[in-house]
Nanobody, 119 residues
Framework: QVQLAESGGGLVQPGGSLRLSCAAS????????MGWYRQAPGKQREFVAE???????MYADSVKGRFTISRDNAKNTVYLQMNSLKSEDTAVYYC?????????????WGQGTQVTVSS
């Protein structure tokens, strides 16, 4: 079982920056991917970014070049540095983790943290 705790959300003006963090606790396997999704009001939850333990990262086209995902394996923590924020980035951001153990795959979600970009 894994618990994910997000932090770092808040209110920021367009063009500003925020840094989100997500700390995982519980049973962490060696093969796992941590990342971020977001959900704006009235919209479906969408992929933002993800990163493997080895550092391989993937980004949604909408955030590529503006957001940077990183992780600290010793701390079981993933970060999302968000720069050049736009109003359309406003959403609840959810941390997630996929784990592969033997032939089984597990998926965990955090509680979410609100990011509001507004002038």
């Amino acid at each position: 079982q894994v618990q994910l705790a997000e932090s770092g959300g808040g209110l920021v003006q367009p063009g500003g920056s925020l840094r989100l963090s997500c700390a995982a606790s519980g049973t962490i396997f060696s093969i796992n991917i941590m990342g971020w999704y977001r959900q704006a009001p009235g919209k479906q939850r969408e992929f933002v970014a993800e990163i493997s333990r080895g550092g391989g990262a993937m980004y949604a086209d909408s955030v590529k070049g503006r957001f940077t995902i990183s992780r600290d394996n010793a701390k079981n923590t993933v970060y999302l540095q968000m720069n050049s924020l736009k109003s359309e980035d406003t959403a609840v951001y959810y941390c997630n983790m996929y784990q592969l153990a033997s032939a089984l795959t597990y998926h965990y979600w955090g509680q979410g943290t609100q990011v509001t970009v507004s002038s």
